[in-house]
């Protein structure tokens, strides 16, 4: 009897043992974050690039720069003709184009002697008049602007020193050079600068000008 009062106890506490195991929690699972996203390399926050698609014209003078190659790399005068020479380069237009442009044409021609030239064009005199705006007539400096992408009448005008006192700013224009030949276009600085109408800011383009008249009495 007491042998099987024994053998009873042992199941009953081997089942105690059991349920308890079987009822007690788990490890807690530990959250892992996110992992965060790889980042390329080289990549970093660029800024917004401001650089203008600068057109090249008569009278500028360029640094052509050849890299490991200075017997190749000069300075030059874009010349009336609207061609520079450089070392191994005769009489190649530059006229009408860009800087970059006009690096790879130079490239192509020095690829005859060079292995893979790698050029570079910088405009170190932008004298010509397709990298500049005119302000003439009643403002108070008339003068020549360099040109730069986005830029607008307002700009020009603020420039300038504003109208003169006795400046005609409702009957202004803006003299262009399209397809050969010019266009006039009527623009009322009185409403840009007395009302604040950006419809009449225009954006302007290389080789624009500014006519401001005189009032009439």
């Known amino acids: 009897m007491d042998s099987v009062k024994l053998l ?9 043992m059991w349920a308890t195991i079987a009822c007690a929690p788990g490890p807690q699972a ?5 992992a965060a996203a790889p980042v390329p390399s080289g990549a970093a926050a660029s800024p917004i690039a401001a650089a203008a698609a600068y057109v090249i014209g008569p009278g500028d003078t360029l640094q052509i720069f050849v890299w490991r190659n200075p017997e190749l790399s000069a300075t030059v005068p874009v010349r009336p003709d609207g061609k520079i020479s450089t070392p191994l380069v005769e009489d190649m237009v530059a ?22 030239p790698q050029v570079n064009v910088i405009v170190t005199q932008p004298l010509s008049a397709f990298s500049q705006v005119k302000v003439i007539g009643q403002v108070v400096k008339p003068q020549s602007l360099p040109y730069h992408e986005g830029m607008t009448v307002l700009d020009a005008l603020l420039t300038v020193g504003g109208l003169g006192p006795y400046a005609a700013g409702n009957r202004a224009k803006v ?4 397809g050969g030949r010019q266009i006039q276009i009527d623009i009322n600085l009185g409403k840009i600068i007395d009302k604040g109408d950006m419809t009449q800011n225009l954006k302007l383009q290389p080789g624009d000008v500014i006519v401001v008249p005189e009032t009439r009495f």
């Open 175 to 178: 003299v262009r050079t399209e």
């Open 8 to 16: 009873t106890n042992c199941i009953t506490l081997l089942f105690f």
């Open 30 to 34: 530990q959250k892992v974050p996110p």
């Open 95 to 116: 006229v009408g184009k860009t800087p970059s442009q006009l690096a790879r044409d130079v490239e192509k021609v020095l690829a005859e002697y060079v292995k893979s």
